[in-house]
């Protein structure tokens, strides 16, 4: 929704607009990797090329324990977060894995969670508080 909002912005500016001409050379250019962004302040947070798949697929819904019900979206690396807090594995929705809060690191906008095994990290993030650009 948010997506389709900022592009709705983006046809309504003026055809020598900068935001026009960046999006336009963007989209001419067929090997364009789409930034994710955070849905707040527009900060990068990853890219679609970062998307990974975890127990059989990349998008999952979880609630919390207090009843919250997340869509989330994996991805191997979310740059633009910063991780708060100490590694949890108390109500983990990944078997093996502890989990951090994952913040913008432009806004510190709760994004998601980073999740880490032994072997492995990788980021959860809620597909609402994301915007692609």
């Known amino acids: 929704m948010q997506h389709v909002f900022l592009k709705h912005i983006l046809d309504k500016q003026d055809s020598i607009s900068p935001a026009r001409d960046i999006r336009e050379n963007l989209e001419e250019d067929e090997s364009f990797d789409q930034a994710i962004r955070c849905g707040v302040c527009g900060h990068?947070?990853?890219?679609?090329?970062?998307?990974?798949?975890?127990?059989?697929?990349?998008?999952?819904?979880?609630?919390?324990?207090?009843?919250?019900?997340?869509?989330?979206?994996?991805?191997?690396?979310?740059?633009?977060c910063v991780v708060t807090g100490q590694p949890s594995d108390e109500f983990?929705?990944?078997p093996g894995y502890k989990w951090q809060v994952a913040l913008c690191g432009g806004c510190f906008n709760h994004l998601g969670w980073r999740f880490i095994s032994s072997t492995t990290t990788f980021f959860c993030l809620i597909s609402d508080q994301l915007i692609w650009f």
């Open 44 to 80: 990068v947070i990853t890219h679609e090329t970062e998307q990974i798949s975890i127990n059989g697929a990349h998008r999952h819904v979880f609630a919390n324990p207090s009843g919250l019900v997340f869509e989330t979206i994996c991805y191997k690396r979310a740059m633009g």
């Open 92 to 94: 983990t929705w990944f």
